[in-house]
């Protein structure tokens, strides 16, 4: 079982910058990977940025270049730079976590609002 904490969420004006964290406990693989989905009001679930413990990354398209995911794999901790926030960011971000064995074991956190105003 693996435990996924995120903070670093909150109001933002237009054009500003957030940095969320994601840390993880419990029992985590070694071949595991963290990332960041976004669900904004009456919107589906999206992929925001995801990366292995390899250091692999995938990106929303519309969003590279202004969002950057990384890593402490000692901490087992995941972040997400956030510049140019945009009032279209607005959402619940969630972290998630994926490892791997026999199988594909899947975690959600409970996600942290980001707000930007315009």
């Known amino acids: 079982q693996v435990q996924l904490v995120e903070s670093g969420g909150g109001l933002v004006q237009d054009g500003g910058s957030l940095r969320p964290s994601c840390a993880a406990s419990g029992i985590i693989f070694v071949v595991n990977e963290m990332g960041w989905y976004r669900q904004g009001t009456g919107k589906q679930r999206e992929l925001v940025a995801t990366?292995?413990?390899?250091?692999?990354?995938n990106y929303a398209d519309s969003l590279q270049g202004r969002f950057t995911i990384s890593r402490d794999n000692a901490r087992n901790t995941a972040y997400l730079e956030m510049n140019s926030l945009k009032p279209d960011d607005t959402a619940v971000y969630y972290c998630?976590?994926?490892?791997?064995?026999?199988?594909?074991?899947?975690?959600w956190g409970l996600g942290t609002q980001v707000t930007v105003s315009s």
């Open positions: 998630n976590h994926k490892q791997w064995s026999a199988r594909v074991f899947e975690y």
């Open positions: 990366m292995t413990n390899g250091g692999a990354t």
